[in-house]
């Protein structure tokens, strides 16, 4: 590749044409102030709208200042980031973004993890010239069930815009209005109930300020756990442990799973559980779903739908229900993990430490947005009582536990309660894009070929690649395996199975980047995509490290099937553990 | 007569390219243009010039982007025909959006065909065989018009396959605008034409290497077409002895304002603002006197007795502190207030700034507030520092040449008309009189009867006085409606 070699604020460097000013600065060690502008480099995700002109530097020879974010290097380029002309022009605009913001820092939902007001920090504003008439722009405050969109604090900086059309191709964020009024809003400025959107979370993930949340529901899990007469059940899903520690200062990938316990346990959770038992579950309905239609398709029989899609991402579930409901069939109808626990937790469980399932509240940890929509949904309640009451984020959790004056690095480790609480390491990596296939495989393996699995690991299943695909050998039966992350690369995989065209026996989707630990729920990366990778590899060595790496062993899952359930999609299975789909479009618009 | 004078002069000293034919022939019928030499360029040109020639002669020629960024012509067509794609457009941007401003809709209303032909010249110098008109739905004469010129053009074989008996084919659709200002832009308007928010990108890429869908794209302004044809009929010197050392040929203005004689006219790079608005605008109306001149549409500057005599061409009205645009050009009297234009322009800006880049989106609502305050008598000399700190603020940070000058008529007004802000501010007064609230309605005692006429046609009693005795008008209480004024017979009522 062609070099070309310029001087930026007096220092010569010289970098790959095509590089931009930003980057060759940042080569220099000299970190040019960003706002709008996003990197997510191993997912292919880049938001550079030139938006927010904070970033802007004088280069010799240009009448105007240039946003360094979005202008490349050229040969001979003098560049200059500190001139008085781009400070004073940088505290301009930043003076100018502020006075369109509200001030009500001190109960924003983002205080001390907000891009804008570390900017505001940096920049050293301490007044906002003319704030008192200014006039704010100002939009009605809509909340959905995952998540809430107060756009008086939106800084058009575009990046929800990117993640949800670009990325995730769902289409419910787009720029409306003109000028002043400018705002990222639902066609027409619907609400986002009335869109199509999937409540992913990845607008919340990557919103620079407190735009975009989700949906607070720390408040009411505190007066649950405030109620005597209440039996409060938690569970926790499999990609908090491999992030709550950020929140803490941790390294990210730092594993906290037993003073995750703990700290639940202090909180005053009477069981604390895991989801990933649930995991485990979830692997004996769809493992034996899919050996059930693989079995039928050997066998010749043409009505049997194939792939087969996996059914544990609320946010895909929602994705297909509005963009692919002619193939409602075709996804395994196994609930999610959190809905089988919760399923689980109000009937098998609150049997047998007889509690009325309407003393029971069951609240989950979720890395997840659209686990708030999901537990909501009235077919995962009897009798209007939800079997998962509250569902909240690692982010949240991580403020419950801070409230409680703990620190998560000093608590000891703790186990799991018995008996939901007991999980194998194919559980455990339903976090991190193509676990849950993997998971399926270990088990239909054994299941389908009645031979031991020698080698666990399914090293060709794993990655950060949006869309892969694998064959696996069951023993003489070659299964063709697809996986996608990003519903932008699940589109792709289910455009072929739409066209006929699909080679697949089996897709594994997940709606977030590199799966459950990108999920919109998560610590903020602040653009930092490495932080996922670490994650994954927390998972992975979770996994490793547990005893039971397949979810046919774990001793909890075999007793509750003898005890309660019978056998993998009897009659109760169904009743408890799987579930139907909509058309989302006529659920929507009402037709 | 000095009318008939005034008349004559406005025609000689114009010279009529752009607009040759506007007028002259009947629009839709294909002959009447081809009768005046119409296609006679795209024939010659097809028949014995390399594309290569022919991008040789609109470079020779001088034109500049009539547009209002002045790239020149040639050079923008040579990048195009040097970018390598499979599919090359041709777009012309009739988007007219400057307010007042209107020699594109002549052009397209009164002579169609010289558009086609200058865009399918285009297409055979870039290598491209389709061409898009980009033109705002209000126009739908212009749009019926360009309707029918492309279905005879068509019939005539001047577009489609094997053009003039070549292997060149070219053909030309419509694309509508809902009427935004900032789909100008190219890169805006590549949006709009796309299906997109018509909002710019940040350029590079140029359209010339990445444009309509992705595609090499050269676009052009109505005007700048116009001018194609005759350029290759009379020869790229016979143009470029028109005009200035760096701009040649001629511009079309839209005179408006406070001048006798308003329109269209088409003048000659290098003559001057004194020679369009004294000679061809026939001076000031009502004889009253020269204030100040807005050239450049509603993001130009406004210019002053000093700058009367500056020949007119892309780098002078830079240098003074305006610029070209597309050609708008209001005149103003002394009963214009500075302050109260620069906000009137702001106005616009504000409206119709995309909202994508935060200094232009908030800027130039920041700079119409204060703007606002200062001819409301809120306004304090602090604020004057920051209107000229946001100005340029503004425009060295703005993404596009939309918020890279809207604030020209702020930072013009401020350079060339200090004083009339200074007395806003400080002594509150708006001495043109346009803003109300520095004004307050006054009794001269002299001429009052005390015939009590104001005090019953006040509204909201402020007037007192005894019968034939002189009347006072309490300000507190006087909301400035001018119901008083209106009632005097005696001219006893004034604002001051």
């Known amino acids: ?591 | 007569m000095p009318v008939a004078t005034l008349t004559e002069i406005a025609v000689k000293k114009q010279i009529r390219i752009a607009l040759r034919n506007c007028g002259v022939i009947n629009p839709e019928k294909i002959e009447d243009y081809i009768g005046r030499d119409g296609y006679f360029a795209l024939g010659m040109v097809l028949s014995e010039m390399t594309p290569e020639n022919a991008i040789g002669v609109i470079k020779d020629s001088g034109i500049r982007g009539r547009g209002g960024a002045g790239f020149p012509t040639g050079l923008k067509w040579e990048f195009a025909s040097k970018s390598k794609s499979d599919q090359k457009y041709v777009v012309c941007n009739a988007d007219e959006g400057d307010p007042g401003a209107f020699m594109d809709r002549s052009i397209l209303e009164g002579d169609p065909h010289t558009v086609l032909e200058a865009m399918a010249l285009c297409g055979y110098c870039i290598g491209a065989n389709t061409g898009y008109i980009y033109i705002r739905a209000e126009y739908p004469l212009a749009i019926e018009r360009l309707k029918t010129a492309i279905s005879q053009a068509r019939e005539f074989g001047f577009l489609g396959k094997s053009i003039f008996g070549s292997e060149f084919e070219f053909d030309i659709h419509l694309k509508y605008g809902a009427g935004a200002f900032v789909c100008g832009e190219e890169t805006a308007l590549i949006h709009s034409m796309e299906g997109l928010r018509g909002e710019p990108s940040l350029k590079p890429p140029f359209p010339a290497e990445s444009g309509y869908l992705g595609k090499p794209t050269n676009v052009n302004n109505v005007e700048t077409y116009a001018n194609i044809p005759v350029i290759f009929l009379k020869g790229a010197e016979w143009f470029s002895g028109i005009g200035t050392e760096k701009s040649k040929g001629t511009k079309v203005f839209a005179l408006a304002g406070k001048v006798n004689n308003v329109g269209l006219v088409e003048v000659p790079m290098g003559i001057t603002l004194r020679e369009v608005i004294f000679e061809i605008g026939g001076g000031i109306k009502d004889g009253k006197s020269f204030k100040a001149v807005q050239t450049g549409g509603p993001s130009g500057g406004c210019l002053t007795e000093k700058h009367l005599d500056t020949p007119i061409d892309y780098e002078n009205l830079i240098a003074c502190g305006s610029m070209m645009g597309s050609g708008g050009m209001i005149v103003m009297d002394e009963d214009d207030c500075m302050v109260s234009i620069a906000k009137f322009f702001l106005d616009f800006t504000v409206e119709e700034s995309c909202g994508k880049c935060s200094p232009c989106r908030i800027g130039n609502k920041r700079l119409y507030e204060l703007l606002d305050r200062i001819c409301t008598g809120k306004g304090e000399m602090p604020d004057l520092d920051r209107l000229r700190n946001l100005s340029e603020v503004i425009k060295d940070t703005s993404l596009c040449g939309l918020g890279q000058s809207s604030p020209n008529p702020v930072l013009s007004t401020l350079n060339n008309f200090y004083h009339e802000y200074v007395s806003h501010v400080v002594d509150k007064k708006c001495q043109a009189g346009v803003c109300r609230d520095l004004l307050e309605y006054f009794i001269i005692e002299d001429n009052c009867v005390g015939c009590t006429a104001c005090a019953r046609a006040c509204p909201v009693g402020a007037i007192s006085g005894e019968r034939k005795e002189p009347h006072l008008i309490n300000p507190d209480t006087c909301i400035k409606c001018g119901a008083c004024l209106e009632k005097c017979k005696f001219d006893a009522v004034i604002l001051r």
């Open chain 1, 1 to 591: 590749m062609d070099h070309v070699k310029l001087t930026i604020d007096g220092r010569t460097i010289e970098v790959p044409a095509g590089t931009t000013i930003f980057k060759a600065a940042r080569e220099l060690g000299i970190d040019i102030p960003i706002l709008c502008y996003m990197d997510l480099k191993d997912l292919n995700i880049e938001n550079k709208p030139g938006g927010c002109r904070i970033c802007v530097v004088e280069v010799e020879g240009r009448g105007n200042l240039v946003s360094s974010c979005s202008t490349d290097v050229a040969a001979g380029m003098v560049v200059k980031t500190n001139s008085m002309r781009v400070i004073n022009a940088r505290r301009t605009v930043m003076e100018l973004i502020l006075s369109d913001h509200p001030k009500d820092c001190l109960s924003c939902a983002k205080s001390g993890n907000c891009d804008l007001q570390d900017m505001a920090v940096k920049l050293g504003i301490r007044e906002i010239p003319g704030q008192e008439y200014a006039e704010m722009s100002t939009y009605r405050l809509d909340t959905s069930p995952s998540i809430i969109r107060e756009l008086d604090k939106c800084i058009m900086c575009r990046r929800c815009e990117t993640m949800c059309n670009d990325f995730q191709t769902v289409g419910a964020l787009y720029t409306v209005n003109r000028g002043f009024e400018s705002v990222v809003a639902p066609a027409f400025e619907m609400n986002l109930e009335h869109s199509p959107c999937t409540y992913c979370g990845q607008c919340v993930a990557v919103c620079p300020t407190g735009a975009l949340t989700e949906v607070d529901h720390t408040s009411k899990v505190i007066s649950a756990l405030n109620d005597p007469t209440k039996t409060v059940v938690v569970q926790t899903a499999p990609a908090v442990r491999a992030a709550l520690g950020e929140e803490f200062g941790m390294e990210p990938g730092t594993r906290v799973t037993g003073q995750m316990v703990s700290a639940l346990r202090q909180l005053g959770f009477d069981y604390v559980f895991d989801t990933d038992f649930a995991a485990d579950l979830t692997i004996m309905e769809e493992g034996t779903e899919l050996l059930g239609r693989l079995t039928r398709f050997m066998e010749g029989d043409e009505d049997v739908k194939l792939p087969i899609l996996t059914s544990c991402c609320p946010g895909w579930v929602n994705f297909f229900e509005y963009n692919y409901p002619d193939m409602k069939e075709i996804p395994s109808t196994a609930r999610s993990p959190q809905q089988m626990f919760g399923s689980i937790a109000k009937s098998y469980f609150a049997e047998k430490i007889e509690v009325d399932r309407k003393d029971m509240v069951v609240i989950s940890i979720m890395p997840c947005l659209a686990k708030k929509y999901e537990c909501q949904r009235e077919e995962f309640s009897v009798d209007g009582n939800p079997d998962v009451d509250y569902s909240i984020t690692t982010r949240e959790m991580a403020h419950l536990i801070k409230q409680a004056n703990l620190d998560l690095a000093k608590l000891d480790s703790a186990d799991f309660d018995a008996p939901l609480g007991e999980s194998s390491g194919a559980g455990v990596i339903f976090a991190a894009t193509g676990g849950v296939i993997e998971a399926a495989t270990r088990t239909a393996y054994e299941i389908y070929t009645g031979k031991v699995l020698e080698k666990v690991d399914f090293e060709q299943l794993r990655g950060m690649e949006g869309i892969r695909s694998a064959k696996v050998d069951f023993d003489g039966q070659e299964i063709n395996i697809g996986i996608a992350h990003g519903l932008g690369n699940a589109r792709k995989l289910l455009d072929e199975v739409k066209a006929g065209k699909s080679q697949y026996h089996a897709i594994e989707i997940m709606a977030c980047p590199g799966g459950c630990i990108g999920g919109g729920g998560q610590p903020l990366h602040h653009g930092d995509a490495s932080i996922l990778k670490a994650r994954a590899r927390a998972i992975y060595a979770e996994d490793r490290d547990k005893p039971i790496r397949k979810s046919h062993e774990n001793p909890y899952i075999k007793k509750l099937y003898e005890e309660f359930l019978g056998e993998p999609m009897s009659e109760k299975a169904h009743e408890l553990l799987h579930t139907h789909y909509f058309d989302k479009r006529k659920k929507i618009f009402q037709v």
